[in-house]
């Protein structure tokens, strides 16, 4: 039977430098109108690709189905994300123009 020796605990401080953690750059400067552009231009881009793929499958130039479907399926969430937001946002208006001055 063999035996491993048990490692001892590391600090915090040295995890992190052996994780790389993946840094979202933050723009203070970005507003949320371009924020939300963006999830519209994604919204537009994802159907695009979806519906190219549903010719593209239609007219029997691509071979996999599965990639046509994961379009679709990206396209449907890119629309989800930007309505869900949209109605949270005029939620929240709605929300602070029933506020009393």
Do not use: C, W
């Not at 994604?42 to 994961?70: C, F, M, P, Q």
């Not at 679709?72 to 602070?96: C, D, G, M, P, R």
């Amino acid at each position: 039977m063999e035996f491993k020796t048990i490692t001892p605990i590391t600090r915090l401080s040295e995890i992190k430098e052996q994780i790389k953690v993946a840094e979202t750059p933050s723009n203070p400067s970005t507003s949320f109108a371009d924020m939300y552009m963006g999830l519209i231009d994604n919204y537009k881009e994802a159907k695009a690709v979806s519906d190219a793929d549903a010719v593209k499958l239609a007219t029997g130039n691509i071979d996999d189905l599965h990639t046509v479907t994961i379009n679709a399926q990206k396209a449907s969430f890119a629309l989800n994300l930007t309505t869900t937001v949209t109605s949270k946002v005029l939620n929240a208006y709605n929300e602070i123009m029933k506020m009393n001055i």
